[in-house]
């Protein structure tokens, strides 16, 4: 409808949110709203933003689990719970840590910065690498031509993971930010490429700490948002050693944290 009250009537396409539940060998674990597709990387990728897993070999198996309605000589797949079968000595965590997550929020169980200190492997500080200000500045747009989703809908995040030469590895969409960033860190989890040194993770929107916190889990060096970082996010990056960027739109960007990595463009 306009302004002036003319109507007009049209069919639209909307972005899909549904619930996923992650089951840590069979029992559930938490619950959160997600777009369908991708869903096991999603589920790992979570995992690693937990500090419950950390490489390949921490799980056994990861699938969708049988449809519980289905008739037992023809059974199905549900494509709204998966199951992770953790590898015998991987430590499980806590029941308290079962929760529900929604797609507007992806703060997880992780109750201090300090916590989340002591669950990530990775001291940013040792990893070596620096980006070209001009690959950085380029690296939205990039992600943007991939998203098919937003494309469609107008309604989906994005996150990004990008080599340390500006080549896109893996693109994902999704309603929420952070499942978004999930499913590309457990698209990278289940290819052995953790911890992610010398790699760029872009996403669309804003910087929030849990997405600072899922980067520095996945072992990036640099976090980009389109949008502007939280005042918190900005202090992990610090603490963890890791470059992050905001404002990142235009050609232009600015550096919140580790800007020892970023250089000037070459002629």
């Keep these: 409808m306009a302004a002036d009250g003319q109507v007009t009537r049209r069919q639209d396409t909307l972005a899909t949110e549904e ?57 199905t797949k549900t494509h709204n719970v998966v ?24 703060v997880c169980g992780t109750a201090t910065v300090d916590e989340i200190r002591a669950r990530s492997p990775h001291d940013l500080h040792e990893d070596a690498a620096r980006f070209d200000s001009r690959t950085i500045a380029d690296l939205p747009g990039r992600m943007r031509d991939a998203q098919r989703g937003f494309d469609r809908t107008g309604g989906l995040h994005a996150a990004a993971l ?22 590309v860190v457990g698209w990278a989890f289940t290819r052995e490429l953790l911890p992610l040194r010398g790699h760029v993770l872009q996403v669309s929107g804003r910087a929030s700490f849990e997405l600072a916190q899922k980067a520095w889990l996945a072992g990036a060096p640099l976090l980009a948002a389109v949008s502007a970082p939280s005042s918190l996010a900005a202090d992990l990056a610090g603490d963890a050693g890791m470059t992050l960027v905001g404002f990142s739109r235009g050609g232009h960007f600015t550096v919140y944290a580790g800007a020892e990595r970023v250089v000037p463009a070459t002629p």
């Design 162 to 183: 990008f080599a340390p030469d500006g080549r896109l590895l893996c693109v994902r969409e999704d309603v929420g930010r952070h499942n978004a960033l999930d499913k």
């Design 19 to 75: 619930p996923l539940e992650i089951q840590l060998d069979g029992e559930p674990f938490t619950t959160t709203m997600r777009t369908p597709g991708h869903d096991l990387d999603l589920a790992l990728g979570f995992l690693v933003g937990e500090g419950v897993v950390a490489r390949a070999g921490d799980v056994v198996r990861a699938a969708h689990c049988p449809d519980a309605t289905a008739a037992a000589s023809t059974p």
């Design 83 to 106: 199951t992770v079968d953790l590898a015998p000595h991987v430590a499980r965590p806590a029941p308290a840590r079962h929760r529900h997550v929604t797609s507007a929020c992806g």
